[in-house]
């Protein structure tokens, strides 16, 4: 299969040693000599979908190509046009790529189908990674689902992304004599009540709703399969998932911006960021950058847990991880450049540099400097994160790593378009939701 787009452009290569960054020792090679490099010759062509770690990552790639002699072509298309062609690529054990991006929705489905290479040959030989790497470093939430059938470990995650709550405009809810929401029925509230104050919309959240909607269809005790991963029979058309989708889409449709089903990740944080919409329930990675130095909400902006419904809490949490094709013939080169994509070294130097912190390895996690600079405005925001990683491990994301569940999640996106924009009421979308849904498990092979 052709490659999503061209590479990076080479930019000005930097010393590895001035740069800080360590590089792995590729296995049985020397370290290089009379200007001869490890991966000289080597061409690298790396996918990942669009997301600020990646976005991140381009920037410190020229190291590693200037340390190693490797050429690295690198690819974020969009999510949904990198996993669509993705799962195209990898059926075909093509060998177009040699590293890419395991998306949390279709790691049972790729690795499931050995499509991905299992590491842990390479993680277990000191030869090929030194123990300073520390594959135990990673918070074990985070790596649990790349593991196939027999144990093994298929990505190596670089995000743990977890869903908080924000406010752009704090001030206005406080004026209001409010508080951040701890509940729907708070949250209910407090749009209501601050909606349009100052020209600013009260809602908004990316338009993927097969991630957004899901922690409030399980707070009011729904749930997109009976009993994942036993028991895939869809359950979208439940009482309980009927009343979330009304009152999910309309906090979109009655408090968000115009245009609100058209907005990607993307539109959400920069919207937020200007102080054109005051309140989200988004990724912590988008969440945190209301305080960055480009953003006029950096002295308003607050943060909270996702709030709870009727039946609880639960806030959704997904890794993503760096994985080698089954049919890379480039398995060693490709190993090395996942080493130094998620070393200790480098994703410290990217959380200094560029305040990412959706990291997940516990040693940065626990650092000082980690809990310092993720207390904004006096919220905590680490101890948000740490507190909603605590609340996933009850395991109530397992729906979104069985094989079934893109194409349901797609139907779950229709749902919610429909009834925001008043297409449909709520009972008939989610009807309809279920029958699809019902159909998409059966064509995966699945009898519910």
Request: proline share 7%.
């Amino acid at each position: 299969m052709a490659a999503f787009g061209r590479g990076i452009d080479r930019r000005r290569l930097l010393s590895a040693g001035a740069a800080g960054t360590i590089l792995p020792l590729l296995p049985g090679k020397a370290p290089a000599q009379g200007g001869k490099k490890q991966l000289d010759g080597v061409e690298l062509n790396v996918a990942c979908w669009s997301a600020p770690y990646p976005k991140f990552l381009a920037a410190y790639i020229p190291e590693f190509e200037q340390a190693t002699g490797a050429k690295v072509n690198y690819e974020t298309p969009s999510f949904p046009i990198y996993n669509q062609r993705m799962d195209i690529e990898l059926s075909t054990r093509s060998a177009a790529h040699d590293v890419i991006n395991v998306t949390f929705i279709y790691c049972g489905r790729w690795i499931g189908a050995g499509w991905v290479t299992p590491l842990d040959d390479f993680i277990k030989d000191p030869k090929k990674t030194p123990p300073d790497w520390d594959a135990g470093d990673f918070v074990p939430g985070t790596t649990a689902p790349f593991k196939d059938k027999d144990g093994r470990l298929n990505a190596v995650p670089w995000i743990a992304d977890s869903q908080m709550a924000g406010a752009a405009r704090y001030d206005l809810i406080q004026q209001a004599g409010l508080k951040l929401p701890d509940s729907f029925d708070d949250m209910a509230k407090m749009l209501k009540t601050v909606n349009r104050k100052d020209g600013v919309a009260g809602f908004a959240v990316e338009n993927h709703y097969g991630w957004t909607f899901i922690p409030f269809l399980q707070g009011f005790g729904g749930d997109v399969f009976r009993k994942a991963p036993t028991d895939l029979m869809p359950t979208l058309d439940t009482p309980e998932a009927i009343e979330a989708a009304d009152f999910f889409s309309g906090m979109l449709r009655d408090y968000g911006p115009d245009g609100v089903l058209s907005y990607t990740y993307d539109q959400v944080v920069q919207s937020l960021k200007q102080g054109r919409i005051n309140y989200s329930t988004s990724n912590e990675t988008f969440m945190v950058q209301l305080a960055a130095p480009d953003s006029k909400v950096a002295k308003t902006c607050a943060f909270s847990l996702m709030p709870a419904g009727p039946k609880g809490r639960f806030p959704n949490v997904a890794s993503h991880g760096w994985g080698i094709p089954a049919g890379s013939t480039k398995k060693e080169a490709a190993w090395a450049f996942i080493q130094w994509a998620t070393s200790k070294d480098l994703l410290l130097r990217m959380f200094r540099d560029k305040g990412y912190s959706s990291v997940a390895r516990r040693s940065i996690i626990e650092l000082p400097e980690f809990r310092r600079k993720l207390t904004i405005n006096g919220f905590d925001v680490a101890q948000i994160y740490l507190d909603t990683l605590v609340l996933a491990a009850k395991g109530n994301t397992v729906y979104r790593t069985v094989p079934p569940y893109p194409p349901v999640d797609r139907e779950i996106d229709i749902a919610i378009q429909s009834v925001v924009s008043k297409q449909k009421s709520a009972k008939e979308a989610m009807t309809q939701a279920q029958a699809n849904a019902i159909a998409q498990v059966k064509r995966a092979g699945i009898n519910p």
